[in-house]
């Protein structure tokens, strides 16, 4: 029989636009022993965490809850809890992931119209708010932070002009939440959904998702109760359009985490004890701190890079504060810069997907990886592997001016 | 603001019908630093957890992985991609878990034929075989546990009665799947879905399945790649009536956990770990001897409620090994005496669902949580907790029961 050893994974500094390094303190919330679903301790923590997220998205929202899933789980269960078949939707696409918007919409029954832009760049706002006029969509979704290209969709006055038209307005703020601000009730964002292994630095495996009293009105008029949980055996009602998932259908999901606690799924505990370390994090280090945090990080990475020779990729004007994204240096074979940096630095840098597949590599600055200690890591391991790669560049001057961003001089002994 | 303390969990012993206590180990795996998904490390004990999952459920099936979510996403992923709309299903139900199969088949667009059986019992092997032979369904779709009632239904014969009519034959097995033997290939079962919540005793938020090539030929005819991952941008194929759920999408998350590692979802780390550690110990300890430590248990425990003049629930020649329904005596309020438990002993039991709710109390034995000393602490405060309650009964004789099935006798000191 095969052997499988003791888990053993190697120390890793995690530079890429997620999973990220996660917070030992979240770590260690994880490896506390778990209560059951019902246990009124475990529904207190249930939700604490509810109160932490509506903090973390800006909102008064009653809904504020994670989806028991990775990332594109709650996109999922936000999109099929609001669309119906046939329901036109609007998607301006500027990055891999507003296709995933577009193909999810479509899977679940929707006529999609769709903006495109070149990657590297974003849209205009009044190009998105005279489609939306033009097309008068019931649901306009967008991504705010494309990690694919990244770039990042600024949001003002689209929220106004979707309620002018009666569209309900979707945020995947699956990359920046925790990193950038969320500003969901003053955008007037009808449902945000976040994502847990970037600027948040919780494992991949949770959602978090909050919707307001508009969303919820039209997830509540596709309602449906199992059949397994009614005492009368009950009927079903041949007019209801149901929403086509169970499993992330977002009124049984809203009965599940509200005071009723109707069962569905059954909660993943250590999950959610990770998530509710990773909030407390955020909120005991502020929203604005860590905003903060996020942008001087990558104001020294930009200057070592840009010390360094290397051009970043993409509009700078609506460049993602948590990505950088820099185009690999001809004749240089960007997978063979990545490997070595793993294997021999235990950094990981990403490369890109579609059309930028081979042409950039990918730095993330977010969550407990967003670090003065891991940016300085980075450049100087990525200086030394380019010099091994023969790509020429004056040595040092990538470090000097990240410390300077950092206004880091030698301590002066007297 | 809000202060929100330290995790600091209060001690529990678990004997519901999940989500169970989690073995130590498993927690402290969850505990570990995390990798980058595509880390060569991190693949690695990904295809390592596909070789232990493939022992568990005794199969030779190219693939077993988990899905991304507790373990009723897995049933969702192997209904909607295997059904398509208008297929015709057939949903033996026994108990709430088959409502929920016939529940999440029909959003899947399937028409539903359902046999219904009384709670507490399941069908004869005849009455299924011959709904097949009837109806003759695209795919049969069962609970191997219905803890809801406590029952088990044998699965043998209609595994080859569905290749008879080429229908595909599913079972879920999330209550089961090892703490039971669950015989994928030799029942000819073309998919099964487990649960880590109970007999793996793993936290809640992944659902390990298994599927073979009849199922596989099935899903790969709707596959679909995302727009997003394509160089050339692709033509979406007219004829296509693709799987409704991209999440869920088992053509996609196989691509995934291939040697091709086709983006799809961020693989959740940290309960990959915990999934991984759990399948170590269940074949570090063998399923042979697995199964046997559970039927031991069992036996203890019904000898202990019994002794102390409790009845139990349901048909005896079809009881569930890793699920004991107690019919809660005349008189007593069961949420009081499960309160008492909970509050006092730090131990939680289970009630149950629709029509046996407030009549029956559920007590697991499961995973971790399926041992000796559970078995003998949750009875010797059952006792009391029942004599506090007013109930009549012989003190003393339920765990003397207990400790003569376990063959317990004082040390002699000579």
Redesign the interface.
Known sequence: ??A?RD??????T?M?P??V??D?RV???????????F?P??TA?MN?TM??LRQLFMTGNEWAFPV??????GI?AVL?SLIEPGDKVLVPIY??????L???AK??GAEVVTLEKEWGFVFDIEEIVSAIKQHRPKLVAIVHGET?TGRMQPLEGIGQVCREVDALFVVDAVATIGGVEVATDRLLIDAVIGGT?KCLSV???MAPITYNKRAESKLQGRK?I??????DGGEDDPLLR???????DLSQLQDYWSPDRL?????????L??L??G??LV?EEGLEARFARHRANEVALIAGVEAMGLRLYGDPACKMPVVTCIEIPEGIDGESVRSML?DHFGI?IASS???L?GKIWRIGTMGYSCSKRNVLLTLGALEAVLLRHGHKLDAGLGLQAAMDAYGMNAAVHS
């Open positions: 029989m095969k499988y888990l053993s994974p190697s120390p890793r995690i890429t997620g999973p390094e996660v030992p770590l260690r919330a994880m490896s506390f022993p778990i209560l059951g679903q246990d301790e475990f923590l604490e109160g932490m028991d899933g990775t990332s594109r789980s999922e099929a990055g891999r992931f507003g296709h995933l577009t193909e999810i899977r679940c694919s292994q494992p991949a495996g449906k199992e059949r397994g949980l009614m005492l149901p929403i086509q998932s169970n499993y992330l069962n569905h799924h059954t909660e993943a505990t250590s999950m004890y990770a509710r370390e909030l407390r909120l793993l990981e997907f579609g059309p597949k």
